[in-house]
């Protein structure tokens, strides 16, 4: 987990993506250069972005992101890079770079290979299934179901609301990164509350859930709380990320544990 906030940046978090395999993310957020500066990984080894749907904070860092390999860690243009997104999205991230950076990103944008489609593989075997969730509509709201045969599979939530097909896919896994973004008291059902990820945690009691997208300061950081610095009580298979979180597959199971290198 490169980041575990929302949009407003609680204390100790920079914005919610995951990383797979080391290159491979899932969104890119405006603060991803920082979180990939902060974990030593170079922008260029990045090979496959998947993007969940287009509010800022999943996907603002993206013309950054072009601009480091642009001027800095990919020069020549030669490493691949590789966007999975529904249709749509390319143009919506093409007006967003030509806002941000107009004729420094053209090069790097053209030789994007840009896959649409809903179900799909990468050649290192990992495969991936985008479904609907209940968000925002006029942001193409979707989650992944990821899998990559015995090395496991998993669900990424995207940015949702409590959702029946959502659901059935974190019923078909056995670790879900789930965004929940918003405190108990404000009035949304686009997103995911304490209460909802308390159902839906004892409802699949054999999922792991890895809480991301949080309202939730880091706790222990020592400022006034933005919202609150305390975590919900939930089912012992919920699990609150902090940035740098890692899952590893182990047989069968997942372990997951927070990385020494960001500790503090
Ligand atoms: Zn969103």
Redesign the pocket.
Same mark, same amino acid.
């Given at each position: 987990m490169l980041g575990t906030g929302n949009?407003f940046l609680p204390y100790g978090r920079y914005h919610s993506f995951a990383m797979i395999d080391g290159k491979h993310i899932i969104d890119c957020p405006p603060t991803a250069l920082a979180s990939f500066r902060r974990e030593g990984h170079s922008v260029s080894d990045i090979e496959t972005i998947f993007i969940t749907?287009v509010?800022g &904070?999943?996907v603002f860092g993206f013309p950054f992101l072009l601009l480091e390999r642009t001027y800095i860690s990919d020069r020549a243009h030669e490493k691949p890079l590789t966007v999975v997104a529904s249709k749509g999205v390319k143009e919506r991230l093409k007006q967003l770079c030509d806002l941000a950076y107009p004729g420094s990103l053209e090069t790097i944008f053209e030789r994007i290979q840009w896959r649409e489609e809903a179900d799909g593989e990468l050649d290192c075997g990992l495969t991936w299934h985008r479904f609907k969730v209940y968000? &925002?509509e006029s942001?193409d709201?979707y989650g992944y179901h990821f899998n990559k045969g015995k090395e496991g599979g998993f669900v990424h939530s995207?940015?949702s609301g409590p959702c029946e097909l959502l659901y059935e896919e974190i019923a078909a896994t056995s670790m879900a990164i789930l965004?929940m973004?918003i405190p108990e008291w404000v009035a949304s059902d686009t997103?995911h509350k304490p209460s909802d990820v308390d159902a839906l945690a004892k409802t699949t009691p054999n999922v792991e859930f890895i809480i991301t997208h949080s309202f939730i300061d880091t706790p222990g950081s020592g400022w006034e709380p933005t919202v609150t610095d305390t975590y919900p009580i939930h089912p012992s298979n919920v699990h609150h990320a902090e940035d740098g979180l890692r899952m590893n597959r182990h047989g069968t199971s997942w372990r997951v544990k927070l990385k020494e290198s960001t500790k503090n």
């Open positions: 949009a749907h509010h &904070d999943h968000h &925002d942001v709201p995207g940015d965004e973004g997103h």
